[in-house]
């Protein structure tokens, strides 16, 4: 550690898994100095807060699997302690996800995918449409089948970003609500740097993160009731993927398109789609009021999973981004291997899939100020701050 009063590692990024690594960090008895010019105002800010390792389990994706379900299993710990630690509720839920399939062709794609998790040795359990209803009696009648995945749970990725800005103030972590231009304007005043820019991060490194679109939606039940239904609902509609998110407060959360794009536009094809797939899953949809309408940009790279651990050629700067769809449950792992990498210089075995080296050399890196992913709301639909965005 660095002695006087200049931090031991500087934070590039307040997003929840830049937040987590400094109140991590900053646990064991490190200084840290956080760097955002917008803290918590990135694509958890659009994020549905899915912790989901069995229904985000995709074919040829096992390593990340794996990854998916080791942090999911230190969600209740990571989310009790942060509970403990600063009073606020994380708006962390249990029910479990119901995967659903409305036509013939999008049970057989289903029933591929369940099969799959199924080899992976992830409990999911395969349901007939009765048993659906059963469960969620709102559900539309004309499903085929569906499958239940006890273990994929959900929480709000608004309430975990205040919490852990509370965890951090109270753990003493400095907040420096700036841009960030160029690693040497950090690394000159830090032993370690930590990179966990999302989208900024190809900016400041050259590894390639690139922005993928999500347009997300938020409902909101007639008369300030909760909604409908419990379980979080993971539905394949005439080819389409959809998910809805049942929060206890009466929203409900829908998404996500999946875009190649880097705009932030909210488009009438995009509200339509999602609105359209929702509805037919859940009829009484219909009747609730659309509250805001956003678009945010998930970090994504090549193969779709995570850059973490240290930055080829620069060995003082750590990597932790490149999350795609999974930046929310991958928070405690991701935080805590950092920690662990930074407090003993040993990188657990699990992150060597996900080395920043795998895909060579970076690029040269432009001199562009990095900045928090942006995300925003629909003038006319967007009535405040509030394939997937992150998701999970």
């Known amino acids: 550690m660095l002695t006087g009063g200049c931090p031991d590692v500087a934070v590039i990024g307040a997003g929840p898994v830049g937040l987590a690594t400094a109140w991590r960090c900053a646990e064991r008895g490190m200084r840290v100095t956080v760097y955002d010019p917008n803290p918590g105002s990135g694509a958890a800010d659009v994020a549905a807060g899915m912790l989901a390792p069995v229904s985000e389990a995709h074919f040829g994706e096992r390593a990340l699997t794996?990854?998916?379900?080791?942090?999911?299993?230190?969600?209740?710990?990571?989310?009790?302690?942060?509970?403990?630690?600063?009073?606020?509720?994380?708006?962390?839920?249990?029910?479990?996800?119901?995967?659903?399939?409305?036509?013939?062709?999008?049970?057989?794609?289903?029933?591929?995918?369940?099969?799959?998790?199924?080899?992976?040795?992830?409990?999911?359990?395969?349901?007939?449409?009765?048993?659906?209803?059963?469960?969620?009696?709102?559900?539309?009648?004309?499903?085929r089948g569906g499958a239940f995945a006890a273990g994929d749970h959900q929480v709000d990725p608004r309430r975990l970003v205040a919490a852990l800005r509370a965890a951090v103030a109270a753990a003493g972590v400095t907040v420096v609500a700036r841009p960030v231009t160029t690693l040497d304007e950090v690394a000159a005043t830090a032993a370690r740097v930590v990179v966990a820019a999302g989208c900024g991060t190809a900016g400041l490194t050259g590894l390639p993160v690139r922005p993928v679109k999500g347009q997300v939606l938020r409902l909101r039940a007639p008369g300030g009731a909760a909604p409908g239904f419990r379980h979080?609902?993971?539905?394949?509609?005439?080819?389409?993927?959809?998910?809805?998110?049942?929060?206890?407060?009466?929203?409900?959360?829908?998404?996500?398109?999946?875009?190649?794009?880097?705009?932030?536009?909210?488009?009438?094809?995009?509200?339509?789609?999602?609105?359209?797939?929702?509805?037919?899953?859940?009829?009484?949809?219909?009747?609730?009021?659309?509250?805001?309408?956003?678009?945010?940009?998930?970090?994504?790279?090549?193969?779709?999973?995570?850059?973490?651990?240290?930055?080829?050629?620069?060995?003082?700067?750590?990597?932790?981004?490149?999350?795609?769809?999974?930046?929310?449950?991958?928070?405690?792992?991701?935080?805590?291997?950092?920690?662990?990498?930074?407090?003993?210089?040993?990188?657990?075995?699990?992150?060597?899939?996900?080395?920043?080296d795998r895909f060579g050399s970076p690029d040269p890196v432009r001199a562009e100020p990095v900045r928090s992913d942006p995300v925003r709301s629909d003038p006319e639909v967007g009535v405040g701050p509030g394939g997937r965005p992150e998701s999970a």
């Not at 049942?246 to 794009?261: F, I, K, N, Q, S």
């Not at 795609?324 to 990188?347: C, E, K, M, N, S």
């Not at 657990?348 to 920043?356: E, G, N, R």
């Open 66 to 143: 794996g990854l998916l379900v080791a942090s999911a299993a230190r969600w209740p710990d990571f989310a009790a302690g942060l509970t403990d630690r600063t009073g606020l509720d994380l708006g962390y839920r249990t029910e479990g996800t119901l995967s659903v399939a409305v036509t013939s062709d999008d049970l057989a794609e289903a029933e591929r995918l369940w099969a799959y998790q199924r080899e992976l040795g992830l409990p999911i359990t395969r349901l007939r449409p009765a048993e659906l209803r059963d469960r969620e009696p709102l559900l539309a009648t004309r499903l």
């Open 232 to 356: 979080v609902i993971d539905g394949y509609v005439d080819g389409r993927g959809v998910y809805l998110v049942p929060r206890l407060d009466g929203e409900v959360v829908v998404g996500a398109t999946v875009e190649e794009r880097a705009d932030l536009d909210v488009t009438a094809s995009g509200v339509l789609e999602l609105l359209r797939a929702a509805t037919e899953l859940l009829p009484e949809l219909g009747e609730y009021h659309l509250v805001e309408a956003r678009a945010g940009l998930r970090p994504g790279t090549p193969d779709n999973a995570p850059l973490i651990g240290p930055l080829p050629g620069r060995p003082e700067v750590l990597v932790a981004a490149g999350h795609y769809r999974h930046g929310i449950v991958l928070t405690p792992l991701t935080a805590d291997l950092v920690a662990d990498l930074l407090t003993t210089g040993v990188t657990d075995p699990l992150l060597a899939p996900f080395a920043p």
